[in-house]
């Protein structure tokens, strides 16, 4: 996707009004016909269904910031769940048929940490996770794979990796930062491994092989052993950017001998489905966690909930207009004319002068020789 900056003071509401513009018909209409998205349901029915989801996202997300963790998740989930029904409609020209939320939670009482909150997926055809999912480009039928804790979705989100690493000391996240280095070879990337684990976690990275050549090991200036990744010539970045700006690798989860790699914007879908259901239908487990949470797990959900506030809308913006939609405060400068050349820049450039007078001397030689 093509980067589209947008200078703000306030890049949340910004963001907001951003989105606020698919609640107008003419908008509506006008982005349908330039990309030439042919409408299977009458006008009215398509924009009175856009405009009222993202009208009504818009109140769920404002109520969730002035209400306690007693509720918020639930909000942002029917918030959420309302901005990615406008998204496929606009997408698509149709509105998808969906019957149910696509998942459900088993809460065990006995049960102390709220991240073992089982979850399980059916209804691929019309259930709600799964139209959404296929819209934003996974096609993995979850159905087919038992075993899913909320866990494994709080772990691949990138903005609450060392939170997450904190809280559940037995787990481990299943983002790897990487380091961006300068070398005389050019540019590589780097990440701390344990070597007992580099094989086996490398191995559930998806387009890793392709992207990158045989890992190797390297020392610190504090004798920390590191890994250095190198690039394949033309290969595609495989890495991921947090909120942050941080890069990473996004380890995926094997389920059934087959390695599942969730986009972010689903694993945080995923999780607000089941912190909404637990204070929902489950008042008897939210409520003590909520008011009586020792552990430091709240911190950790408090902090994925205000992530997902922010990044979700953003991400369904982005989609809508197939470009990075990026909020910043720096004001606007005049272009920097300068052109910075890099060092293979200046051989090339110095070869092609030598080259270049080098003929001019061979031509003053001919000339003085046909004189004589």
């Known amino acids: 996707m093509d980067n589209i900056k947008i200078f703000t003071e306030e890049p949340e509401q910004e963001l907001w009004r951003s989105l606020l513009q698919y609640s107008y018909r003419t908008n509506i209409l006008r982005y349908f016909d330039e990309r030439h998205i042919a409408r299977t ?99 993995d039928n979850l159905c087919n794979y038992d075993s899913w804790i909320l866990r494994d979705f709080l772990d691949s989100i990138a903005e609450i990796k060392d939170d997450f690493e904190r809280c559940y000391s037995d787990a481990k996240s299943h983002i790897l930062k990487l380091d961006f280095i300068n070398t005389p070879d050019g540019m590589v990337e780097k990440i701390y491994l344990e070597d007992d684990v580099v094989d086996s976690i490398l191995g559930k990275i998806e387009g890793f092989e392709k992207a990158y050549l045989k890992p190797q090991r390297a020392l610190n200036q504090n004798n920390d052993t590191y890994i250095v990744l190198r690039r394949k010539m033309n290969s595609k970045a495989i890495h991921q950017v947090s909120y942050s700006g941080q890069p990473y690798l996004q380890v995926g989860h094997v389920k059934e001998r087959k390695t599942l790699t969730i986009p972010k914007e689903m694993n945080m879908y995923i999780s607000l489905f089941v912190l909404g259901s637990l204070c929902r239908y489950h008042p008897e487990k939210w409520n003590p966690f909520v008011t009586q949470d020792s552990t430091g797990e709240k911190l950790l959900i408090e902090k994925m909930l205000y992530y997902s506030r922010r990044m979700l809308p953003n991400i369904v913006l982005n989609n809508i207009l197939n470009k990075q ?24 450039i110095v070869t092609r002068e030598v080259k270049s007078q080098m003929k001019k001397e061979q031509a003053k030689i001919i000339m003085q020789v046909n004189r004589s």
Do not use: W
Request: hydrophobic share 35%; proline share 2%.
């Open 41 to 139: 349901e009458s006008d009215d029915i398509l924009v009175n269904s856009i405009a009222g989801a993202i009208l009504q996202a818009d109140e769920y997300y404002k109520a969730s910031k002035n209400v306690s963790l007693q509720v918020e998740p639930l909000l942002l989930y029917y918030g959420t769940t309302n901005l990615l029904f406008a998204m496929s409609i606009l997408l698509t020209g149709s509105i998808p048929e969906i019957k149910k939320h696509g998942m459900h939670i088993s809460a065990d009482s006995g049960e102390s940490s709220i991240a073992n909150t089982e979850v399980t997926f059916d209804h691929y055809s019309d259930g709600g996770v799964h139209c959404y999912a296929k819209n934003l480009g996974f096609t």
């Open 325 to 348: 939609v990026i909020f910043v405060s720096d004001k606007y400068m005049p272009e920097d004319r300068i052109h910075l050349v890099g060092q293979h820049e200046v051989q090339e």
